[in-house]
């Protein structure tokens, strides 16, 4: 197995657990964070999507407790946790800060297993926080992965991924698609997840490392429009849906309607939900074709779809900002680049460009010059790789 290595990471967490928690035997898990080729904003719509785990995630040092006390800690994050079971509740609070993940997944896994014990816990990683990478999702699979090995549940991957999404929906109230904790919990090396999230149904596409590179983008800018931003764009998609199902017919996501129904109901939706429609409808068939692509070992065909992608999610659906549209255009100009598009919801954060092998330094050294002469700010960088899905390190 093609297993993570972050070796500072794994002595670091080792450590502080070591001396917060004291010695004795501890187990260590790993979950990667994702990057999606195609397929922006389609989950929450019963779409298709193309997402792909990265060798960055989250690291995890655990010991179950007897008594149902959770201790959390993070070698990220100053905030330190320790709480009774009793007092976990049905909803996460400020006070629980990013410690909400793992309690939201302790709190669902209970629910789902009854296993109601408590664990004492480290937490690091090496993807970029809050930049469209999927840390969240990452601590969440990690965190449920830990429980059912510590429980011996021996659930599915799916089911743990079901486990992580209801912690985020219902605990920590994020109304997302379950195209992250999907893509940590069922990533393999060398494959691509095609996620149908209507279902869920899913099955792994070939990704051939040697003939394609993933670069991170990072604006630097923060996300911080988000969660707004997000929670907008699923009400239009709802209102969207509720004009489709009265006017054309009676179907259970807004991705299930074609170009032409869209099209067909755009005086009756108004101009705002018609073009997040429009994004929807296109979007899909530009996941069908990325596929496709991937089948056919097509990755100039592939970076099309995500050149694509990116102009309709900046048009059509509006997540994108100048930051993004001005770092991919940027990639975009260089040879041995496929293609490139924003990353996670948008609003900020990070684009990803495919590219050749060998590419990476010189599109760096242009993309970094056109960023700055533009906004004065250096835009980071990290050469990613296709990672495996959840895993425990020895
Ligand atoms: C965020 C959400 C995902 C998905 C993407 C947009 O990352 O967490 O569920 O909706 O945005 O594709």
New binding site residues.
Partial sequence: MNAPTAPRLLDAISTRFRADFGDGPFRRFFAPGRI?LV??????NGGD?LPMAVDRGIYLAIRPRSDDRLRLRSLDQKLVVDVDAGQVGARTRPAFGWAGYPLGVWQCFREATGHAAGFEAVFAGDLPMAS?L?S??AIEVVTALALDTLHGTRLERQQLALIAHKA?NGFVG?R?????QFASALGRAGQVLLLHCAGPRWEHVPFDPTACEVLVLDTRKPRLL?KSG?NERVAQCASAHEVLRTHVRDLPHLASYSLADVEQCRSAMGETSYRRARHVATEMERTRTAALALRAHDYQRLGQCLNSSHASASGDYE?SCDELDVITAAARSCDGVFGSRL????FGGCAIALLRPGQAEVVQEHVATAFRSRFGVEPGFDLLRNGTGPVELG
């Fill in positions: 999606n397929g922006a904003h389609l989950d929450y999507v469209g999927s969240s999702a985020e994020v997302c698609g379950i195209m992250d988000a997000f997540v990353t996670g919801a948008g």
